[in-house]
Each structure stands twice: as C-alpha cells, then as structure tokens.
T-cell receptor, first 113, second 112 residues
Framework: GAVVSQHPSRVICKSGTSVKIECRSL??????MFWYRQFPKQSLMLMAT?????????EQGVEKDKFLINHASLTLSTLTVTSAHPEDSSFYIC?????????FGPGTRLTVL | QKEVEQDPGPLSVPEGAIVSLNCTYS??????FMWYRQYSRKGPELLMY????GNKEDGRFTAQVDKSSKYISLFIRDSQPSDSATYLC????????????FGAGTQVVVTP
C-alpha cells in the first residue's frame, strides 16, 4: 500500500515552454501533498505544501507564479513549471501524506534546453 | 546551522559488514523520526519510522533514537551490494506537522 506515482518520469523541453507534472496517490487519499526539488548530490528541498481544495503554501524563495500547484482531488496534485528556463532543470519529487507518514513518488527529471 | 545534520559520506563498507548511519538535530520540537533510502534518480523510499526513544527493528534494519542527546541512528546488518544508496534521515516537528526536515543524506557503498 501507500503508492505514489508521478508522470512523466522525465521530460525535455525548450526554454520558455510550460511543463506539467502529475502526482497521484494510487491506493489512498491524500489531503496533503508536497513538492520537492533535488539537485545532484543534494538533499530534497521543499518547494510547497499542496492541500486539496485550497491554495498551496510556498516555501520562502519559491516563486508561486512560476511553480503553479493545483490539488483538485484527494488523489491528484499537479505542478506546472511556467516559462521554464535552463536553471529550472532539476529532479522534482512529490510526496503524499498517509496518516502521519509521507510517501514519495519516483520523481520527474526535467531538462530545459 | 542546519536543523538536521548528517554526514554526506560516502561511506564504503565490505559486503556483510554493519552499516552505521547517524544524524543529530537541534530542535526539541522534532518528535517523529524517519529513515529513507534513495537510489540514484529515484524517489525516497521509507525504511523506518519511529517517534519514541529507544530501538526499533525491522529485518536487517535497526533505528535508534535518543531524544535526550538529539541523536538518531540507523544500523544495517549483513549489508548487501543492493543496499548501496543514499540514506536520508528526516524529522517532523510538532510545530509544523507534516513538513519533513531532511538531513543531507549519506551515500553508502557496499562493495562485494
């Protein structure tokens, strides 16, 4: 149990385009999901907390207009990287809260050319 | 100073040895402790979860928490090459429920 999926697993896009990443909890409902990014050989950096039916809470220094988060249902949260630039290239990971534990998705590798 | 300190390694051990990993934390509000394993280019996988001082065992893994010293450990017995990964400690504060504070992660390499 407690499986979280992400789609796509990797994406390559041109600079200036927008990219949407989906995070789904497959066998449980998650009122709270989290979005992280991770640079090579570094730990996970929390970007935002996504709550179903309400606005996401962004961490300090994360541009909410650039990283749009929508949590429309109890099993789906989406992260849209708008007008992506090469510096947005990273590994994006979501997690979903099940009771008192976070379960992570497999991650999405974004490369912006 | 980071709230959760963890030596990034790498830590190299021969197959069959005990892997010993640890983290220290500074905030007394941290009451829940987790260890995650992350293989390269994959999401973290929950290994152990505990909220009380003492030991918790699951197969070859033992998690140890000492709240008085603010020190948490993970031991892996009979290590295998497949245990080669990055191990992340994480805590949750009662002040900000749900938000994980991660250590830097320790890269472990188990050599055959």
């Amino acid at each position: 149990g407690a499986v979280v999926s992400q789609h796509p697993s990797r994406v390559i896009c041109k600079s200036g385009t927008s990219v949407k990443i989906e995070c789904r909890s497959l066998d449980f409902q998650a009122t709270t999901m989290f979005w992280y990014r991770q640079f090579p050989k570094q730990s996970l950096m929390l970007m935002a907390t996504s709550n179903e039916g309400s606005k996401a809470t962004y961490e300090q220094g994360v541009e909410k207009d650039k990283f749009l988060i929508n949590h429309a249902s109890l099993t789906l949260s989406t992260l849209t990287v708008t007008s992506a630039h090469p510096e947005d290239s990273s590994f994006y990971i979501c997690s979903a809260m099940n009771t008192d534990t976070q379960y992570f998705g497999p991650g999405t590798r974004l490369t912006v050319l | 100073q980071k709230e959760v300190e963890q030596d990034p390694g790498p830590l190299s051990v021969p197959e069959g040895a005990i892997v010993s990993l640890n983290c220290t934390y500074s905030n007394s509000a941290f009451q829940y402790f987790m260890w995650y394993r992350q293989y390269s280019r994959k999401g973290p996988e929950l290994l152990m979860y505990t909220y009380s001082s003492g030991n918790k065992e699951d197969g070859r893994f033992t998690a140890q928490v000492d709240k008085s010293s603010k020190y948490i450990s993970l031991f892996i017995r009979d290590s295998q090459p497949s245990d080669s990964a990055t191990y992340l400690c994480a805590t949750i504060s009662t002040d900000s429920w749900g938000k994980l504070q991660f250590g830097a992660g320790t890269q472990v390499v188990v050599t055959p």
